[in-house]
């Protein structure tokens, strides 16, 4: 078949089939930082309140692979610093930075089960808790002088880890119900 000269020729535009796993990633990920920032925020364990947004971020980079992951994390981050005060953009790296480590469990033979998501997350918890901690303490010092003196020993061992706890208990619920929604997108673009 020869082309027509002169014609060039552009990728055809996503079909309605491609763009339905963006209206619900969105719309979990707003209910996420919705819930986090209200609902979470209250529950307290110990002085620490489970990281939803990490639980999902690790879940769906484990069900979906990294690239989603990563696409997930940077929104849902920003969502959850807008809401919260954070340096916009520090929650968004940390939870960019922990999609490697959840992405690695993709290909994994035991990904269907709960145990690995619920030692993923162990792993993530205090890498994304650490990235916030050296976020807020460099953030001052680049704006002028001064800075947040951050313990970082009192921080792991009265937030991180409390968090830690929280977070696996978190993803053991969480992870069959996204492993569905995962299955139920699949099962639509297939159609």
């Known amino acids: 078949m020869a082309r027509r000269a002169g014609r060039p020729r552009f990728p055809s535009p996503a079909t309605s089939r491609e763009r339905t796993g963006v209206y619900p990633a969105l719309i979990v990920l707003g209910l996420t930082v919705l819930i ?4 979470s925020a209250r529950l307290r364990f110990f002085g620490a309140s489970p990281n939803l947004l990490l639980a999902i971020v690790v879940s769906w980079s484990m069900l979906r692979g990294f690239s989603q992951g990563i696409l997930w994390g940077f929104i849902g981050g920003l969502g959850i610093d807008l809401v919260s005060g954070m340096p916009l953009g520090a929650s ?8 490697t480590l959840a992405g690695l469990g993709k290909s994994s033979v035991f990904a269907a089960n709960v145990l690995l998501p619920m030692s993923i997350v162990a792993l993530a918890t205090p890498i994304h808790g650490w990235i ?3 976020t807020l303490q460099i953030q001052p ?10 313990n970082w020993l009192d921080s792991t061992a009265r937030i991180i880890a ?10 053991a619920l969480l992870y069959p119900l996204l492993r569905r929604l995962s299955a139920a997108l699949n099962a639509g673009r297939a159609e």
């Not at 010092?141 to 951050?150: D, E, K, T």
């Not at 409390?162 to 993803?171: D, R, S």
């Open 36 to 39: 986090q920032a209200t609902l």
């Open 141 to 150: 010092a680049l704006a002028g002088p001064g800075g947040v003196s951050v």
């Open 132 to 134: 916030i901690l050296l």
């Open 162 to 171: 409390p968090e830690l706890a929280l977070n696996v208990l978190t993803i």
């Open 92 to 99: 968004s790296l940390a939870l960019m930075s922990v999609c």
